[in-house]
């Protein structure tokens, strides 16, 4: 396939990271001012045929398809990035109509996993931290009395999914690394409450992640099995990723990012350390174009690319730049900078063919498709951009 130069163009080796940086937010700012009102009434998750799908169509439950996705924060989450950035009222009024249709996956217990933080952090949390809205904080509150309610203290560790549909895996003892940054809604609700169970229970939780899905080299695992009963751990899982042993990439970022954000909100210097170890991990593994693959260590062939595990690791490699001492900023921030600029370069779509910005997504690397948009990568990168214009909003 010829390459699309019109809206993969990136930076070019007379261009400056400045000028990179700041054609890259008009192009995202041009974007988003036609694509939020052409999917207002939308909450997507892919394109079809180019085109937003919409996960909020008929409002019924589908643990795969439906209002109770996970991914489904992340469009209200980029529309409240750039009510941020523009002061638009547009983003705002677009933003509150997902975080709206979301108030039905409320009435349904049963479709509701770990990833509710992942749901209401970028939607009702961010409309409340940037406006104040009463029916968002009681949404986030909510929210993270539903999280708080998957903690198991026989293992210190939040359930990750419930009963599978099939009647297959019996998962009352599965955690999995992405937790990490659900528990930013816990860290959230316990500072704005006062109340230091939902505090404790994230700690707990990020404890038992930094012992047992950590390996000593900074790669992780993605599930972590515990027998729900004595606590006692039972085995590990591939996963998303090639297989057991393997480095699953998003895991990678998810880790990076999630163990930050806990420094960030508790202090504690572990937290940070386990942060560090997992991104010089991933440093460590980055090709020399910049394009991150579904696992580090799959075959060469078929080598699939996953642009959500770059861009998430570029914001939380920044992330991990604001918290460090001076002399150590620059590793973390050239290597976001490296990922962001290969995306830009090879993977973004900037124009109207199609309404996703990133476009090498993979969900899994044994699912049967790869390679096609998914809006949370979209979200992670505006949001590193963002950190690095230094306009961003905290939404973790």
């Known amino acids: 396939m010829e390459k699309e130069s019109k809206w ?8 400056s990271e400045q000028e990179w940086l700041d054609v890259t937010i ?6 988003m001012d036609w694509v939020s009102e052409k999917s207002r009434n939308k909450i997507p998750y892919t394109t079809v045929n180019g085109e937003h799908d919409d996960k909020s169509d008929g409002g019924v439950y589908n643990a795969d398809d439906g209002l109770n996705w996970w991914c489904n924060g992340f469009w209200g989450g980029m529309l409240w990035l750039m ?3 523009t002061g638009e009222e547009k983003y705002r009024e677009i933003a509150r109509i997902s975080e709206e249709k979301l108030d039905w996956c409320f009435m349904d217990y049963s479709g509701l996993h770990h990833d509710v933080g992942f749901m209401w952090m970028p939607t009702a949390v961010a409309d409340y931290r940037l406006t104040g809205n009463p ?16 903690f198991n203290a026989n293992g210190n560790f939040i359930r990750a999914w419930n009963d599978q549909p099939d009647g297959g895996n019996d998962t009352r003892g599965w955690a999995i690394i992405d937790c990490m940054i659900n528990l930013s809604l816990l860290y959230w609700a316990g500072e704005e409450s006062q109340d230091p169970r939902f505090t404790r229970i994230a700690m707990a939780h990020a404890d038992t992640a930094m012992k047992y899905f950590v390996r000593p080299d900074g790669s992780v695992r993605h599930i972590v099995e515990f027998d729900p009963w004595s606590g006692q751990v039972v085995r590990d899982y591939g996963g998303q990723g090639y ?6 990439t998003r895991g990678q970022s998810w880790g990076i990012y999630g163990f930050a954000i806990s420094y960030r909100h508790t202090g504690i210097r572990e937290y940070l350390d386990t942060a560090k170890r997992i991104a010089h991990y991933f440093i460590a593994n980055i090709p020399e174009d910049g394009l991150i693959p579904v696992d580090f260590c799959q075959p060469e062939k078929p080598c699939w690319q996953d642009d959500t595990a770059a861009a998430i690791a570029a914001s939380g490699l920044l992330e991990i730049a604001r918290l460090v001492k001076e002399e150590e900023q620059e590793m973390y921030r050239k290597a976001a900078v490296k990922l962001l600029q290969a995306l830009t ?3 973004c779509c900037f124009d109207r063919s199609n309404d996703c910005f990133l476009q090498k997504c993979s969900g899994s690397y044994h699912a049967p498709e790869h390679e096609f948009p998914i809006i949370y990568g979209d979200y992670y990168f505006i949001e590193a951009m963002l950190k690095l214009k230094g306009n961003d909003i905290f939404m973790w």
């Open 8 to 15: 993969m163009e990136g930076p070019n080796e007379q261009e």
């Open 26 to 31: 008009r192009k995202i700012r041009q974007k």
């Open 83 to 85: 009510y941020h950035e």
């Open 135 to 150: 029916d968002s904080f009681r949404r986030g509150m909510h929210a993270a009395n539903l999280l708080a309610g998957r």
């Open 243 to 248: 297989g057991q042993g393997s480095s699953w």
């Open 345 to 347: 370069r090879e993977h």
